[in-house]
């Protein structure tokens, strides 16, 4: 199910071709070990984060869930990778959200990105999911557009809504199918898919393959500093294989025809990071500044952890003080995030009673590794708990908005992250 990752797959520290020569005598070349990767996070064993399944279904799995921090690129990765086909071939359940925030953001992506490519016309999409983007793109002047994604569910939508999509993992091969299909395009788009990949190495062949001399390559990712400065602790998870730092996207490009030509900073999910990478031969002085401003160490990470550590004992005492007091309490989101949480606090239904959600092919299903059921946004108004805790905080805006009648009924919210609060 899943297999151990000791080398960093950004630069490739750890592995053994990644020695340094010590010294040259006149006997020989003496050589020494690099430096290793360093453990910095532990949450333990835990559960798949969006192995949401019926009480009566059988379960992926559980698997370590541990952080290594690379001294050399300082990125951060999983200390095992569990297997894509286990994680994401199936029924894979995280759609693409339609929410207004991400309508939102689709539009900023696109002025941004229409402005960056010389001729907007022609977009494939890594990891298209339900086809969400392609569709807003299309409708915003791109004219040609498909998908390239693993899971077989979300292909079959997309296809329904008119996205042609290739139901196929990103690698070399994909890439020249691809091209045979729309030939070098003016962009590729990645959102929130490149810290799930393995093999990076891989990935940059096939975006090798694909890009023209003029394609923009654009990838969306979380940003380690943003994790880190926010304690996001709950993103941690098996599907995130990276914690991404914009030096270990330099040491990765380093050998290949590619290079980072800029960086763009988004609020989306907690705080995003739009990598523009080009086919070499452009001014780098953009990519330059933003990565000399970049703050992620070993320091932030340790730092990271304790706090983080804090944080989980703070929501499970107060969560269980209340439960004690008799309220009620609820969570509301049933993102991946929510598993770490309840994983982490080892939340049980005793605490919390249910989570509302409103993706249907959550509803009746369980939160990964608990009795929690999974049931309809509407609950959340006709139960009328006294507390619900915002797992999908980064939506943090538009859910309290949405669901007003709550707090006018005298329900409160608890916001986890960045800090923990009652609202
Ligand atoms: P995400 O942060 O990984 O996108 O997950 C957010 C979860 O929250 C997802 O399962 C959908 C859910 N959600 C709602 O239930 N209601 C909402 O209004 C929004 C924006 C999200």
Request: with cysteine; net charge neutral.
């Amino acid at each position: 199910m899943y297999k151990p990752r000791t080398s960093c797959r950004a630069c490739g520290l750890g592995s053994p071709q990644s020695t340094t020569l010590k010294q040259s005598t006149a006997a020989g070349s003496v050589y020494q070990e690099d430096q290793k990767l360093i453990e910095v996070f532990d949450l333990g064993v835990q559960p798949l984060a969006n192995d949401f399944v019926a009480a009566s279904d059988e379960r992926a799995g559980f698997a370590p869930l541990k952080v290594l921090f690379c001294p050399r690129c300082h990125l951060g990765q999983l200390s095992v990778e569990v297997s894509p086909n286990i994680l994401y071939s199936h029924n894979y359940p995280y759609v693409t959200s339609t929410s207004d925030t991400m309508k939102a953001h689709f539009g900023l992506i696109n002025d941004g990105l229409s402005k960056e490519c010389k001729r907007p016309n022609t977009v494939v999409e890594i990891g298209s999911n339900d086809g969400a983007l392609l569709g807003f793109l299309l409708s915003h002047g791109w004219k040609t557009a498909l998908g390239i994604d693993p899971a077989q569910n979300l292909c079959q939508v997309a296809q329904t809504h008119g996205i042609p999509s290739l139901c196929q993992f990103f690698n070399e091969v994909s890439a020249e199918t691809a091209l045979k299909c729309v030939g070098h395009p003016d962009l590729i788009l990645a959102r929130h898919c490149f810290c799930h990949i393995n093999d990076w190495k891989g990935f940059v062949k096939g975006l090798e393959v694909l890009a023209g001399d003029n394609t923009v390559i654009a990838i969306e990712v979380p940003w380690a500093q943003d994790m880190l400065e926010n304690l996001e602790f709950d993103t941690v998870y098996h599907e995130h294989t990276s914690y991404l730092s914009l030096k270990s996207i330099d040491f990765l490009l380093k050998d290949s025809s590619l290079g980072l030509s800029d960086a763009w900073h988004y609020d989306i999910h907690g705080g995003a990071i739009m990598l523009i990478i080009k086919k070499r031969g452009f001014d780098d002085a953009r990519a330059r500044l933003a990565l000399s401003k970049e703050r992620i160490s070993l320091d932030a990470w340790r730092e990271f952890a304790a706090k983080s550590e804090v944080k989980v004992m703070e929501l499970s005492a107060k969560v269980r003080s209340l439960a004690a007091e008799g309220k009620t309490i609820v969570g509301y989101g049933a993102s991946a995030k929510s598993t770490v949480w309840i994983q982490a606090c080892g939340f049980k239904k005793s605490h919390v009673r249910f989570i509302a959600d409103c993706t249907k092919g959550k509803w009746y299903k369980q939160s990964p590794g608990t009795d929690i059921p999974i049931v309809d946004e509407g609950a959340l108004t006709r139960e009328l708990p006294n507390y619900a805790i915002l797992f999908a905080w980064n939506f943090r805006k538009e859910i309290i908005e949405k669901e007003r009648l709550f707090r006018e009924k005298g329900g409160k919210w608890i916001v986890p992250v960045p800090k923990i609060e009652i609202v």
